[in-house]
């Protein structure tokens, strides 16, 4: 199993800023991607952090507010840019490795006022 | 599209009881995923099931999968099972997976 770290745990941030979420995989993984979820409630994805290109981003998000960047096989990072509150989640990263498990972070705990 | 309905949304059980949560799905996965989720902690893998009629225990938890449905079944349960219970598919010709809406577990001591 792959074991992921995240960083910052959680952050408390002022609208208008912007925040970088850092994941770290312990093993070399074949993909890696990235959800929000509000609490209590189910997964939804924002993008696939493709290594060395461009991420695939899922309807309803998009490159400009949500930059990411998957530089080598175990570490990627997202941005939430110009954050409202309304952008207030949890951001969870998660990677896929080569028997098709997929493990997750423990999650950024974000809070934008 | 296709959708994963997690039933109960939410169940409230005494320590010792048994329960069954239900996972059923709009069309057939190659593969069925359990997770776990604690507050303030991710989601973590119980079990993967594959499509056949599949059986799998851990513990006192028993996974179901047949065709479209899956089921996650706890024996006597304890404290320590509370969380958010989320079951998610995989196809052969997408690399994402589909996630349930999850049922929240409450096991009061």
């Known amino acids: 199993s792959a074991v992921i770290s995240q960083k910052p745990s959680r952050d408390i941030c002022q609208r208008g800023t912007s925040l970088t979420i850092q994941c770290q995989v312990d093993?070399?993984?074949?993909?890696m991607f990235w959800y929000r979820q509000q609490p209590g409630q189910s997964l939804t994805l924002i993008a696939t952090?493709?290594?060395?290109?461009?991420?695939?981003?899922e309807s309803g998000f998009v490159i400009d507010k949500f930059p990411i960047s998957r530089p080598n096989l175990t570490f990627s990072t997202l941005t939430v840019s110009n954050m409202s509150p309304e952008d207030s989640s949890i951001y969870l990263c998660s990677a896929r490795d080569i028997m098709y498990e997929q493990y997750f972070g423990p999650g950024t705990r974000l809070t934008v006022t | 599209t296709q959708l994963l309905e997690q039933s109960p949304q939410f169940l409230s059980i005494q320590e010792g009881e048994n329960l069954t949560v239900y996972c059923n799905s709009s069309s057939v996965f190659s593969s069925l995923q359990w997770y776990r989720q604690e507050p303030g902690e991710g989601p973590v893998l119980l079990v993967t099931v594959v499509t056949g009629g599949e059986v799998k225990k851990l513990k006192r938890l028993t996974f179901q999968y047949a065709r479209k449905d899956s089921s996650l079944h706890i024996t006597a349960a304890q404290p320590g099972d509370t969380g958010l219970y989320l079951c998610?598919?995989?196809?052969?010709?997408?690399?994402?997976?589909?996630f349930g809406s999850g049922t929240r577990l409450l096991v009061r001591p």
């Open positions: 093993s070399q993984v074949t993909m």
């Open positions: 998610a598919g995989a196809t052969d010709s997408s690399y994402k997976l589909i």
């Open positions: 952090a493709n290594q060395g290109s461009e991420a695939t981003y």
